[in-house]
């Protein structure tokens, strides 16, 4: 009994022992500070500069003018002064049609147009010596009745034969085919040594004039009433970049607003003009359209990536000095290539959070880290 008593005793002393080292080693702990993991994010300061407010549309590239080049006389081609794709000058030589019938036309109506006219001389000089002789009754007055209505006649003729000669010189200037405007040549439609004719409205090849050139485009009709404000005399600049949406092809400026709003989609066309000097833009590309309506000397922008739509609106971490993070809400007046611009909320100059925010909360402690390099396309 008395072995089992101290061996009781034990036990116990046993278990004191641990609570109180448990006791000891939690009032420890406790003593400790707590250290928090820092939260690595990337960061961006918030700027101020010139933003513009603007409008965009897909938009289609449209020559200026287009013109289809059909013979007006008809005959064999005998001659192509130009080269597919070449680009002409206005009145530049594009074809010969055989010239050799029209110029014996024109030869012909020469000659009777002259035969009519000395036989008209030769009239009038007659109708001249039989005047004194009527007055003088050595001749009857239906004769000199009848020369003056014979050089009349005569000189009808001669009318009639310097149309026919203007008839054949205008076929003559038809043989040989000119650029009607200035412009870039198609594909030649009709070859050497082919025979056209007026009739068939062959054509033989088409010119686009792309200097100027324009850009169609149709934006929505919630933006009419904004553009019809903000319209100059001189116009509204436009921008038109690639299909990509980042690479800026040409400036130029509006040229027409169209009168009706396409009621199945709710757009407004509108018409953009560009010099277009060294051919940036070619008919039928497609383009990203951009209506600039005014410009914002200093507006704020961050990042799109930096404000957070939450619950209750836009939020932005901002840090502070001390790499720590502030919650704050901000009000984003609109989201314009990739990045947001901000209305309130934040100010020039302070940094906020554009990649690692759903890690976060207020309070935390950053590590604001450098962002990884691209790496190299492969080979």
Not at 348 to 354: M, P, S
């Amino acid at each position: 009994m008395a072995r089992l008593g101290r061996l009781g005793l034990g036990l116990a002393a046993l278990v004191a022992i641990g609570f109180g080292v448990r006791a000891l080693t939690m009032r420890a702990a406790a003593s400790r500070p707590v250290v928090h993991a820092m939260v690595p994010v990337l960061a961006s300061t918030v700027t101020a500069g010139p933003v513009r407010d603007e409008v965009q549309g897909l938009g289609t590239v449209q020559a200026f003018n287009t013109v289809s080049v059909k013979p007006q006389v008809d005959g064999q081609i005998t001659k192509v002064f130009f080269t597919q794709g070449q680009a002409v000058k206005a009145g530049a030589r594009l074809f010969l049609i055989d010239p050799r019938p029209y110029q014996a036309a024109l030869d012909q109506a020469v000659a009777t147009e002259a035969k009519d006219q000395a036989t008209l001389n030769g009239a009038e000089g007659d109708l001249a010596r039989y005047g004194p002789l009527v007055r003088q009754n050595y001749t009857s007055a239906k004769i000199y009745q009848d020369q003056r209505a014979t050089v009349a006649e005569l000189q009808a003729a001669v009318k009639i034969d310097a149309a026919a000669v203007e008839t054949a010189r205008l076929n003559l200037g038809y043989t040989l085919i000119r650029a009607p405007i200035a412009g870039r040549t198609g594909a030649i439609l009709v070859n050497l040594g082919n025979v056209v004719q007026t009739t068939q409205a062959t054509t033989l090849v088409t010119i686009a004039q792309t200097k100027p050139i324009y850009v169609g485009f149709a934006v929505t009709q919630a933006s009419l009433a904004a553009i019809r404000r903000h319209q100059t005399q001189n116009g509204l600049t436009v921008d038109a970049y690639g299909e990509d949406g980042h690479t800026l092809l040409a400036r130029g400026h509006l040229r027409f607003v169209n009168n009706l709003i396409d009621t199945t989609t709710g757009t407004i066309g509108l018409m953009g003009q560009f010099d277009n000097a060294h051919e940036t833009l070619w008919p039928g590309e497609y383009v990203t359209a951009r209506l600039v309506l005014s410009v914002q000397p200093r507006a704020l922008t961050v990042p799109a990536t930096a404000v957070v739509e939450g619950p209750s609106g836009y939020y932005a971490y901002v840090i502070q000095p001390d790499d720590t993070v502030v919650r704050r809400a901000v009000t984003v007046a609109r989201l314009q290539d990739g990045r947001a611009i901000i209305a309130k909320g934040l100010a020039a100059g302070e940094r906020v959070v554009r990649e690692g925010q759903f890690r976060l909360a207020n309070g935390a402690k950053v590590r604001i880290d450098r962002p990884s390099p691209t790496p190299a396309p492969a080979s």
